[in-house]
């Protein structure tokens, strides 16, 4: 199955680039209300379910145990940018459970803010796993860890309780089984990710933003989670970042997280709906501009929300003397009346 054309990049009055990809909207029982492309298949969600990895966190009491505020809970749920307020919050979470940066199995890289990156060069500084855009949430595995008494070394690992936990909350959400080893690879912070069907994890987005058939205490996880990430949305992502600028805009109305490789997903509660798309390139460029495409589709936005997607549904492509020679915008399949 070829999937559809969902972006499309200009130059001048021609299509240059065509990004093809698959998308599905679906309520919690799995009712699609929308699908373009091949929903059946499975995509590995990396960072996208960064906020269903968070639930044991919440659920369990570890994040009451330490008295984690509701910037660190959205950090849980971060691929931040490694800007210094990042760093200081994921280290302030080691902290409240007696750990230090050395408890982090997440690995080291600079931060993907351009800016934070120069001014820790500028200082003569290294980066450390504190940096690491996955730091908070390896930082809530170890409060998760060290809450249960079980020792957080190794807690990457597919076996350790801390992945378990993880594993079976990923599996409820989306009603699909992960026990299958062929499903299961390794993310790039070390984790386990797994190969979900795209329609599925659209569902478990449903779930996560109604909060509907969900136990008691799953459902006030979600809904904690949902508002610590509305209250702080420069935790998610960061300075500029899409993630960052949606949720401030739009706030508990919708809930978005970038993945790896081109996966997108969202919460849409006042709607009961999940969204997950998946880019067949891999192009981040547009997987954001389907996302913006989908939430105004779906959402009847005021005129603030409007303009904060606006970039993103006609993002500008500019030379380098900053002069506009082209767009990158949603191409019929995404816009067109169905």
């Known amino acids: 199955m070829l999937d559809p054309v969902l ?11 065509r990004h093809r990809g698959a998308v599905a909207v679906c309520d919690g029982d799995g009712r699609m209300v929308f699908a373009l492309g091949d929903c059946d298949a499975a995509v590995f969600p990396r960072s996208a379910i960064k906020a269903l990895q968070a639930l044991p966190l919440v659920e369990s009491g ?13 950090l849980a749920c971060a691929s931040h940018s490694g800007e210094p307020i990042h760093a200081r919050t994921a280290f302030a979470m080691l902290q409240k459970c007696g750990r230090d940066v050395d408890a982090l199995e997440c690995g080291i890289h600079w931060p993907s803010s351009d800016a934070a990156a120069r001014t820790l060069a500028a200082e003569g500084a290294e980066p450390s796993a504190l940096h690491n855009n996955c730091s908070g949430k390896h930082a809530g595995f170890v409060c998760l860890s060290c809450a249960a008494g079980v020792d957080p070394s190794g807690y990457v690992a597919p076996d350790h309780f801390v992945q378990r936990e993880v594993r079976a909350a990923i599996e409820d959400m989306t009603q699909t089984r992960l026990a299958d080893p062929g499903v299961r690879a390794v993310d790039g912070c070390a984790i386990p ?30 809904r904690r989670i949902r508002e610590a990430v509305a209250a702080h949305p420069e935790m998610v992502a960061g300075t500029g970042r899409f993630d960052t600028i949606v949720m401030k805009a739009l706030g508990l109305r919708a809930f978005v997280k970038t993945g790896a490789e081109g996966v997108y997903c969202a919460a849409l509660p006042e709607l009961g709906l999940g969204v997950a798309i998946k880019c067949e390139d891999g192009a981040k460029r547009a ?3 389907a996302m ?4 105004a589709r779906f959402l009847p936005l005021n005129e603030n929300e409007q303009t904060a997607l606006a970039p993103r549904l006609e ?18 399949a995404l816009t067109r009346e169905s």
């Open 315 to 332: 993002q500008p492509l500019c030379n380098w003397n900053r002069e506009q020679i082209g767009l990158i915008r949603p191409a019929a």
């Open 62 to 74: 570890a994040a009451d145990r330490y008295g984690l505020t509701r910037a660190e809970i959205a």
């Open 7 to 17: 972006v499309e990049v200009t130059r001048g009055a021609r299509v240059e680039s």
């Open 287 to 289: 997987a954001e501009t």
């Open 292 to 295: 913006a495409a989908l939430i």
């Open 193 to 222: 990710t797994y190969a979900i069907p795209l329609k599925a994890l659209a569902r478990g987005f449903a779930r996560f933003g109604a909060g509907d058939r969900l136990t008691p205490a799953r459902a006030a996880a979600t």
